[in-house]
Nanobody, 121 residues
């Protein structure tokens, strides 16, 4: 499966952005989808994940209540709505897919190219 992430940019603290990840090359509904991020000098971390049906989701504690992951099976796209952004959310955000499951300790086999989110204070 090929993944193409978009939607990053520069935003002020307290603002919002919506990231998109378009999938192609395979049956979208057969894959668990997730968003990860990597800030400068830090390890990559999971942000959110959503089940194949979209019926369940997972969020890192640092983004709970501020970020929402969703998927549109008809459009083969997963979204990450980010509200109340903070400077510490600054990172390159990557979408990923896995035919089974995604959590912090898993290693998805498929990755998008990353999109940069910069939150200014």
């Amino acid at each position: 499966v090929q993944l193409q992430a978009s939607g990053g940019g520069l935003v002020q603290a307290g603002g919002s952005l919506r990231l998109s990840c378009a999938a192609s090359g395979s049956t979208f509904g057969s894959y668990y989808m997730g968003w990860f991020r990597q800030a400068p000098g830090k390890e990559r971390e999971i942000v959110a994940a959503i089940s194949k049906s979209g019926g369940s989701s997972y969020y890192a504690d640092s983004v709970k209540g501020r970020f929402t992951i969703s998927r549109d099976i008809a459009k083969n796209t997963v979204y990450l709505q980010m509200n109340s952004l903070k400077p510490e959310d600054t990172a390159v955000y990557y979408c990923a897919s896995d035919p089974s499951y995604i959590r912090a300790t898993t290693s998805p086999p498929y990755w998008g190219q990353g999109t940069l989110v910069t939150v200014s204070s």
